[in-house]
């Protein structure tokens, strides 16, 4: 059974940094890619940022280009999210996502979280 399961949100001061963590399990996560999204009230779910298997290679939206990075370690079945110099229009929930053919499905569905909460005060 696909889990992951998000921490490290809170309530920090603009320019402040956090440290999201996302465990993962019940799926061979060194082989497959990760991503981060958050929602914030009113607003449509939207990417963050992801990473690939191996994390060669990352992405980032333009909101938070220079400012987080994702980056995964797979023998701890994590992957991170630092975010640094946060703004207020950063709050959200933010949520980890991957995409898996688990069992005997015939295709892939996406597995995400239950969020974590990240709020910047201004």
């Known amino acids: 059974q696909v889990q992951l399961v998000e921490s490290g949100g809170g309530l920090v001061q603009t320019g402040g940094s956090l440290r999201l963590s996302c465990a993962a399990s019940?799926?061979?996560?060194?082989?497959?890619?990760m991503s981060w999204y958050r929602q914030a009230p009113g607003k449509e779910r939207e990417l963050v940022a992801g990473?690939?298997?191996?994390?060669?290679?990352?992405n980032y939206a333009d909101s938070v280009k220079g400012r987080f990075t994702i980056s995964r370690d797979n023998a701890k079945n994590t992957v991170y999210l630092q975010m640094n110099s946060l703004k207020p229009e950063d709050t959200a929930v933010y949520y980890c996502?991957?995409?898996?053919?688990?069992?005997?499905?015939?295709?892939?569905?996406?597995?995400w979280g239950q969020g974590t909460q990240v709020t910047v005060s201004s």
């Open positions: 996502k991957t995409t898996v053919r688990s069992g005997s499905s015939l295709y892939p569905s996406d597995y």
């Open positions: 019940g799926f061979t996560f060194s082989r497959h890619a």
């Open positions: 990473i690939t298997s191996a994390g060669g290679s990352t």
